[in-house]
């Protein structure tokens, strides 16, 4: 079973500039999170996505948002990047149907840096 | 609000010492799921264990073993014989009941473990 694959793996931007991030989720898998990991921060969550619809969100700007279609692939978009947004973004899929209370699996990540 | 507090950053060892990772977590919820992550170098987190709180039976798995404690709101995770590839950095993570209380999970900061041959 293919595991989750995250899109790019690297990404460098300047400050301003805008980036999408993708992620495929094991099949089957409805729920699609988003996390952002730094070394100040700490694995903070992003916002989660099931059946297209977004369940729930974290405590991040609207410059950070998301997308997902009827296959349960995920987009994030981070508008008018900064430099504090510079992390690795990580994305996980489960089932969903029992919440975060279900294991999550997780992407290899996209490191985002802004120069 | 829900808290996870891994006190020990960073843990070093040598080959086949067994080390203990300590995991201290808040809630005010009475059903909730605690899990141990694994993040190796390559930066995927990989699912090691989930225990719901009405179960505080150890559990062993090869050389890992976990043990949760209501009484201490403690679930701390044991390698025994440690070896290099065991080398990464362990998230306890804390999540709500499925209706109510905190949805969202909760990560610690994450301990690094290093594994010296």
């Known amino acids: 079973k293919a595991g989750v694959t995250q899109t790019p793996r690297y990404l460098i931007k300047t400050r301003g500039q805008q980036v999408t991030l993708s992620c495929s989720p094991i099949s089957g898998h409805r729920s699609v999170s988003w996390y952002q990991q730094t070394p100040g921060q700490g694995l903070q969550f992003l916002f989660e996505y099931f059946s297209e619809t977004q369940r729930n969100k974290g405590n991040f700007p609207g410059r950070f948002s998301g997308r997902q279609f009827s296959n349960s692939r995920s987009e994030m978009n981070v508008s008018t990047l900064e430099l504090g947004d510079s992390a690795l973004y990580l994305c996980a899929s489960s089932l969903g149907t029992a919440g975060f209370n279900q294991p999550q699996h997780f992407g290899d990540g996209t490191r985002l840096s802004i120069l | 609000a829900q808290k996870v507090t891994q006190a020990q950053t960073e843990i070093s060892v040598v080959e086949k010492e067994d080390v203990t990772l300590d995991c201290v977590y808040e809630?005010?919820?009475?059903?909730?799921?605690l899990f141990w992550y694994k993040q190796p170098p390559s930066g995927e987190l990989v699912f090691l264990i989930r225990r719901n709180s009405f179960d505080e039976q150890n559990e062993i798995s090869g050389r890992y073993s976990w043990n949760f404690q209501k009484s201490t709101s403690s679930f701390n995770f044991t390698i025994t014989a440690s070896q290099v590839v065991d080398s990464a950095v362990y998230f306890c993570?804390?999540?709500?009941?499925?209706?109510?209380?905190?949805?969202?999970?909760?990560f610690g900061r994450g301990t690094s473990l290093i594994v010296h041959p």
């Open positions: 809630t005010r919820d009475t059903t909730y799921y």
């Open positions: 993570a804390l999540s709500g009941p499925l209706s109510g209380g905190s949805y969202i999970p909760t």
